[in-house]
C-alpha cells in the first residue's frame, strides 16, 4: 500500500499571504489528522477530520482551517500567514472506524516557511 | 489534561551501548502508548506501541512495557547501531474520549558514534 502522502514538500510564502497544503491518506483510511511541529512547542495537534467533518480540534486560531473531501484527501489553509507559522506540517492518516487499533500513519510533512 | 514528558537529549552513544529513554505521562483515562521515530527530513514513524498495562511493545530491537504503577513507557535497545540515530517521541492517545489525537512529548535526540 501507498503510505500517506503529502504535497507540496517545500513551500515559501510571505507574512500576509494565504496557503493550501494537501494530505492523501493510505487507501481505505477514512481519517485524517494535521498536526504543527516546531522546535520551540514540538508537535501540536491542529485538527481530524473522520468522513468529511471535523470531529475534534487543537487550540489554534481560526486562521487555520481544514476539510476533507469524500475520497478522504484533506487539505488544511492558513490565511494571513505570520512568521510564527513557519514549521514542519505533518498530516497522519488511521482507518477511523470503530474498531481502529488508533495507530496513527504519518506523510512526510510540508515544510512552510513564512518570510 | 493529558501531558508526556520526556528526558532531554541530546543523548550521546557509542555504538553498541545499551540505550534508555525516560518517557513518563499523565491522563485522566487510559491511554495507549507510542513511541515515534523522526529521520533528518522526515515525518514520523511508529516504532512499536502497547494499549494496556504490563504490554511490551517492541520492534527492530527497541523495546519497552507500559507501566500503569509508575506512568512510564520507557524506550530500550540493547546494542545501538549508527543507523538509530535519529529523534525518538513518544506519545499517548485516549480511545476513550473517541478520538485519535496524539499528544507528544518533546522528543529525545540520539547520536550514536561509530
Known amino acids: 500500500k501507498a503510505g500517506v502522502t503529502q504535497t507540496p514538500r517545500y513551500l515559501i510564502k510571505t507574512r500576509g499571504q494565504q496557503v493550501t497544503l494537501s494530505c492523501s491518506p493510505i487507501s481505505g483510511h477514512r481519517s485524517v489528522s494535521w498536526y504543527q511541529q516546531t522546535p520551540g512547542q514540538g508537535l501540536q495537534f491542529l485538527f481530524e ?52 487499533s488508533y495507530e496513527q500513519y504519518f506523510g512526510p510533512g510540508t515544510r512552510l516557511t513564512v518570510t | ?45 511508529l516504532l512499536l506501541k502497547a494499549t494496556k ?14 507501566r500503569k504503577e509508575t506512568t512510564s513507557f520507557h524506550l530500550e535497545k540493547g546494542s545501538v547501531q549508527v543507523s538509530d540515530s535519529a529523534v525518538y517521541f513518544c506519545a499517548l492517545s485516549d480511545p476513550g474520549s473517541g478520538y485519535s489525537t496524539l499528544t507528544f512529548g518533546k522528543g529525545t535526540m540520539l547520536l550514536v558514534s561509530p
Not at chain 2, 514528558?5 to 540505550?19: H, K, R
Not at chain 2, 498495562?53 to 507500559?66: I, R
Open chain 2, 53 to 66: 498495562a504490563d504490554d511490551k511493545g517492541s520492534n527492530k530491537g527497541f523495546e519497552a512495557t507500559y
Open chain 1, 49 to 100: 477530520y473522520f468522513s468529511e467533518t471535523q470531529r475534534n480540534k487543537g487550540n489554534f486560531p481560526g486562521r487555520f482551517s481544514g476539510r476533507q473531501f469524500s475520497n478522504s484527501r484533506s487539505e488544511m489553509n492558513v490565511s494571513t500567514l505570520e512568521l510564527g507559522d513557519s514549521a514542519l506540517y505533518l498530516c497522519a492518516s488511521y482507518p477511523g472506524g470503530l474498531a481502529s
Open chain 2, 1 to 45: 489534561g493529558n501531558s508526556v514528558t520526556q528526558m532531554e537529549g541530546p543523548v550521546t552513544l557509542s555504538e553498541e551501548a545499551f540505550l534508555t529513554i525516560n518517557c513518563t505521562y499523565t491522563a485522566t483515562g487510559y491511554p495507549s502508548l507510542f513511541w515515534y521515530v523522526q529521520y533528518p527530513g522526515e515525518g514520523l514513524q
